[in-house]
């Protein structure tokens, strides 16, 4: 997991052979970003063909929200 300034990442990478051509590579790709949430972060190809992707996605937190109180029994709220 990596940290940016003001947002925190997950970060995956992702050893891809060079067996597999362009198309096959943007389909995997595209569904890890459709399907996941992951955008791409970097992408090196080697002189024999081989990738390695880095794939991250933001991490979201979730926060606890304040309980709002109405000065109403709890069994009769939203009831009439």
Do not use: C
């Given at each position: ?30 569904e ?29 937190r ?6 709002l ?12």
């Amino acid at each position: 997991m990596a940290t940016s300034s003001s947002s925190e990442y997950e970060i995956t990478r992702l050893r891809l052979p060079s067996t597999l051509s362009r198309r096959v590579v943007r389909q995997l790709l595209t569904e890890r970003a459709e399907h996941d949430g992951w955008e791409l972060d970097r992408m090196r190809v080697y002189p024999n063909g081989r990738r390695v992707v880095t794939l991250r996605r933001k991490i979201i937190r979730a926060t606890k929200t304040p309980v709002l109180l109405t000065g109403a029994p709890f069994g009769r709220l939203g009831r009439a």
